[in-house]
Nanobody
Framework: QVQLVESGGGLVQAGGSLTLSCAAS????????MGWFRQAPGNERTLVAT????????YLADSVKGRFIISRDIAKNTVYLQMNSLKPEDTAVYYC??????????????WGQGIQVTVSS
């Protein structure tokens, strides 16, 4: 079993910054990759960023490219999402996810509880 605990959300003014953290724990934790998704009311959950756990290669969605940075601390089993130049359209619940098998973020993935990020105009 893997548990993911998110922190760092909140309310921020447009143009500001927030950093989300996701700490993973569990007896058999071993990640292929970890990532961040977000879901706004009435919308589908979409991928924001993902990072290969050991290799460090990362991907960012076009909507956040140049503004967000994903990183991880292997020793702490923690992934971060540094969000800069925030826009109101970034407002959503953000979910951390881990792919432990290499199969992707499907039914075999583990998910955090979700954390609210609200950006005011």
């Amino acid at each position: 079993q893997v548990q993911l605990v998110e922190s760092g959300g909140g309310l921020v003014q447009a143009g500001g910054s927030l950093t989300l953290s996701c700490a993973a724990s569990g007896r058999t934790f071993g990640a292929s990759k970890m990532g961040w998704f977000r879901q706004a009311p009435g919308n589908e959950r979409t991928l924001v960023a993902t990072i290969v756990w050991y290799g460090g290669m990362s991907y960012l969605a076009d909507s956040v490219k140049g503004r967000f940075i994903i990183s991880r601390d292997i020793a702490k089993n923690t992934v971060y999402l540094q969000m800069n130049s925030l826009k109101p359209e970034d407002t959503a619940v953000y979910y951390c996810a881990v792919d432990t098998t290499g199969a992707g973020y499907g039914s075999s993935a583990y998910w955090g509880q979700g954390i609210q990020v609200t950006v005011s105009s």
